[in-house]
C-alpha cells in the first residue's frame, strides 16, 4: 500500500507543533518529533482529514490513537535522552512508539492485543521505524529486556504495576496514568532499591490497562 506524506501534511504538522507549544510543550526534542511523525497514517482512512487536530480517535479493538498534546507531554515527562533504552506499554496504534523512535530511543514496546500488534508493527516497520515488538500483557514488562531507562504507559492503570516499577533502573523515570474512572498523569522517579518518588502532573483519560493477551480472532 502506497503512503503518501504530501507538502499539505507537512504543513499540517507545523501547525500541530505550534498549537502544542502554546500548550507548553517546550522540549524542543519532542516537538521535532511530532513534527516529522506522519500521523495520518497512523488512523484509519475516514479521520485522516481529522489527523492533525489536537483530539484522539478511535483505532479499532476498543482503542484510540492518543491525541498529540497527550503523546506530547508523556514524552516530555519522561525527559528522553537520545540512547536510552525505553519500555512502552501498550503499542496502540504505534504513534507513540514513532515519536520516541525519531527521539533515537531503544523502544522496546508491548501489546495485549494481537490485531493492534500486527497492524502497527508492520506499519511502523513499513516506515522505517526500527524498535523491538512484542506481544504480551503490558501488566508483566518485558523482564528478559530489563532493567528499563524510562517506561511509559499509555493506559489507566488502577494502581501501579509492580513488575514495571522493578524493572526501572535505579534514577529512571516511569510515566503512567493512574486512576479507574478519574486519571492522574503521574511521574515516577526510581531512588533506590525499594524508594520512589511520586508527582501528580494533571489529570487526563485514557483507555483502561488490562490483563492478558487478547489474539487474533
Known amino acids: 500500500m502506497e503512503r503518501i506524506d504530501s507538502f499539505r501534511h507537512m504543513g ?16 524542543v526534542r519532542v516537538l521535532n518529533a511530532i ?9 484509519e482512512s475516514s479521520f485522516i ?27 516530555q515527562l ?11 506499554v501498550g ?11 525519531e527521539m533515537g530511543v531503544k523502544l522496546f514496546s508491548i501489546e495485549r492485543q494481537g490485531e493492534l500488534y500486527q497492524r502497527s ?20 514488562g518485558i523482564p528478559a529486556q ?5 517506561i511509559i504507559v499509555t493506559a489507566g492503570a488502577p494502581v501501579i504495576p509492580r513488575n514495571l516499577l522493578v524493572q526501572l533502573r535505579i534514577g529512571g523515570i516511569m510515566v ?19 524508594e520512589f518518588e511520586q508527582e501528580q502532573i494533571e489529570e487526563c483519560a485514557f483507555v483502561p490497562m488490562l490483563n492478558g493477551i487478547v489474539k487474533d480472532r
Not at 499540517?12 to 522540549?27: A, G, P, S
Not at 513534527?35 to 488512523?43: A, D, S
Not at 519522561?78 to 512502552?88: A, D, F, R
Open 12 to 27: 499540517m504538522r507545523k501547525r500541530l507543533v505550534q498549537e502544542l507549544r502554546i500548550k507548553n510543550i517546550t522540549d
Open 35 to 43: 513534527g516529522k511523525v506522519p500521523r495520518h497514517l497512523f488512523l
Open 49 to 75: 482529514k481529522f489527523a492533525y487536530q489536537d483530539k484522539a480517535f478511535p483505532i479499532g479493538a476498543g482503542q484510540t490513537i492518543s491525541q498529540p498534546y497527550t503523546v506530547a507531554i508523556q514524552s
Open 78 to 88: 519522561l525527559e528522553v535522552n537520545e540512547g536510552e533504552k525505553i519500555l512502552e
Open 91 to 101: 503499542t496502540g496504534s504505534g504513534y507513540q512508539a514513532a515519536v520516541l523512535l
Open 121 to 140: 508493527t508492520r506499519l511502523l516497520r513499513e516506515l522505517g521505524y526500527q524498535g523491538r515488538f512484542f506481544l504480551g500483557d503490558g501488566y508483566e
Open 146 to 150: 530489563a532493567p528499563f531507562d524510562k
Open 176 to 194: 503512567i496514568p493512574l486512576g479507574d474512572q478519574k486519571q492522574v498523569l503521574t511521574r515516577i522517579i526510581r531512588i533506590d532499591e525499594d
